[in-house]
């Protein structure tokens, strides 16, 4: 039995979507579930030349074995998750479960229409807030109330347990960062419910008991896309300079930058309960690891890095990226 959870150590951006789709790929999940918020998230893949932003279909579709879950924790748009079926071609091994919220347009009305979560919270306006409190109110509809979204229902709780008990292989994707947690994140400037591994363990259904490894995913730098606290926050002057600027997923915002903060990793690796980091971007902050695929190859200020990181974290860092593509992973695991 295994069970793996990946999480966003900070903000959200870490490069989850790369992370996963390479775990997916190497170690050959019979599952690979989302778990996480829902359609506010967007995960970038790039893998065999292509590039996909993913706000519901879990990253690990690239690996084409893979059954590819949503568990009933996560908020879904129908629209926004039936166009990435077609656009991955995942149809006969996709299974939303049928207690997935839905978000409707009413939903999204409602967060545009409001300033205090456009203005103040700085939301992507996707609804999945509104549809959380419809939830928690009990007014929400789910899945199983759709006729577009039957084809696809299963009971994603059953279907992981059988496969733990099978002896196989369960990723779990976790979506947004641990400081945007409505609990343990930057309150009001955070998103609608939990980040954090717990969290994405009960979006799809599994006991805490189940967990063999929890990954968590931090940038080589900080990003945060728009209100909220930043530490360290650069002008978009020098982060510009610093070659950092990025550009969100969903909302094309840009983003706020800031060095690594160990604190505020530190505490990741707490709140998660966290066995494993993977490091992205290395080589946006150090270019000559660009596309490095071997530890001793990187150069010494990257590897003084990693061993700070380590050394401030208490946990190893097991993969690093050193390129947005799939295959550019250093591999630290061990066999
Ligand atoms: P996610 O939501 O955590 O999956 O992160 P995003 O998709 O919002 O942002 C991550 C961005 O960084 C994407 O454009 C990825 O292709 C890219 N990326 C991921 N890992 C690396 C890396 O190691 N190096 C570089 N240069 N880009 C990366």
Known sequence: MACTVVVGGFFGDEGKGKIVAYLALKDKPSIVARAGVG?????????????YSLRLVPSGFVYEKARLLIGPGVAVNSKVLLDEIEQTSC???????????VIEQTHIDEETKSQHLTRTVG?????????????????????RDFPELSPYLKDVGAEIHSALSSDDLVLVEGTQGTFLS?????????????TTASAA?????????????????????????????????????????????EFGTVTG??????????????????LNGVTQAAITKLDIVFPESKGVKEYNDLPIP?????????????????????????DEVIERREE
């Not at 990257?302 to 799939?326: Q, Y």
Request: charged share 25%; glycine share 10%.
């Open 253 to 270: 915002r840009e983003r706020r930058a800031a060095p690594f903060n160990f604190e505020l990793a530190k505490l990741a690796v707490r």
């Open 123 to 143: 939301t992507t306006k996707s609804g999945v807030g509104a549809c959380n409190a419809a939830r928690a109110l009990r007014m929400v509809k789910l899945a």
């Open 91 to 101: 149809r006969s091994r996709f299974g939303l479960d049928p207690q997935c919220a």
């Open 201 to 245: 363990c009960a979006d799809i259904g599994v006991g805490p008991t189940m967990v063999t490894d929890v990954v968590a995913v931090f940038k080589a730098f900080v990003t945060r896309v728009g209100t909220g606290p930043l530490d360290g926050e650069l002008s978009s002057e020098e982060t510009r300079k610093r070659g950092w600027q």
């Open 302 to 326: 990257a590897k003084d890095f990693i061993d700070r990181v380590e050394k401030n974290l208490g946990v190893a860092v097991t993969l690093i990226g050193t390129g947005p593509s799939t």
């Open 39 to 51: 359609p506010n998230a967007g995960h970038t893949v790039e893998h065999a030349g292509r590039r």
């Open 182 to 194: 409505l609990y343990h994140g930057t309150y009001p400037f955070c998103t609608s419910k939990d």
